[in-house]
């Protein structure tokens, strides 16, 4: 069965907190993933890739674990408008995208 | 670059009305696929192509739906007759290929039968 699962949140954190999310997938065969970034109303966006190896962009943190078969995304300094739904998203050919963990960063 | 286009944007309809939604990929993507995302079930996967060929259409939920791809440059989605349970955003996406590549969503169609 294919899935990937996502704390749904909301996330509520203040301006310059760091937070992170996870996401669990069942595929131990899985071989790319992807974090997506979707605002209100708005389509799904590519945020980053996660390599095993584990990468960064800027504020954003990117690991994966395979032994455990979770990702993870760790935001630091938060910005207001980093406010959206983080989608985690496993390939299972095709891709499995979860449901989504909103977070709200407020003022 | 044109990403993903998809129109309409928005369709309002009276249930048993026939919808039909398009989309038009990224050139030289080869793998075009159709979405469905509601508060309630998140983004589920209608059906995919590969090549202008349907991939998986386990996603259809009823034969009400049906998804065609006559060329690289262009795919519908058609509902009919719609219900008012069809009501969602409808996205459109493709990418380089069905499994390691990640995929461009276009704006979506917010569809709304009543």
């Known amino acids: 069965r294919k899935e990937v699962e996502q704390d749904p949140g909301p996330f509520n954190v203040p301006e310059g907190a760091t937070v992170a999310f996870n996401c669990t997938y069942s595929?131990?065969?899985?071989?790319?993933f992807f974090w997506y970034r979707q605002d209100c109303r708005k389509e799904p966006k590519l945020l980053m890739s996660?390599?095993?190896s584990g990468n960064e962009d800027g504020r954003f943190t990117a690991q994966l674990n395979r032994a455990s078969q979770y990702i993870s995304l760790l935001i630091r300094d938060s910005k207001l408008s980093d406010s959206a739904t983080y989608l985690c998203?496993?390939?299972?050919?095709?891709?499995?995208f979860g449901k989504g963990t909103r977070l709200s960063v407020i003022a | 670059d044109a990403g993903v286009i998809q129109s309409p944007r928005h369709e309002v309809t009276e249930m048993g009305q026939e919808v039909t939604l398009r989309c038009k990929p990224i050139?030289?993507?080869?793998?075009l696929f159709w979405y469905r995302q509601t508060m309630m079930r998140g983004l589920e996967l209608l059906i995919y192509?590969?090549?202008?060929?349907?991939?998986?259409d386990s996603g259809m939920p009823e034969d009400r739906f049906s998804a065609k791809m006559p060329n690289a440059s262009f795919s519908t989605l058609k509902i009919q007759p719609s219900e008012p349970r069809d009501s969602a955003v409808y996205f459109c996406?493709?990418?380089?290929?069905?499994?390691?590549?990640?995929?461009?969503f276009g704006p979506g169609t917010r569809l709304t039968v009543t």
């Open positions: 998203v496993v390939n299972y050919t095709p891709l499995v």
């Open positions: 996406a493709s990418s380089l290929g069905t499994g390691v590549h990640e995929q461009y």
């Open positions: 595929n131990s065969a899985s071989q790319s």
């Open positions: 192509f590969n090549n202008n060929v349907p991939i998986d």
């Open positions: 996660v390599y095993s």
């Open positions: 050139s030289g993507h080869n793998s």
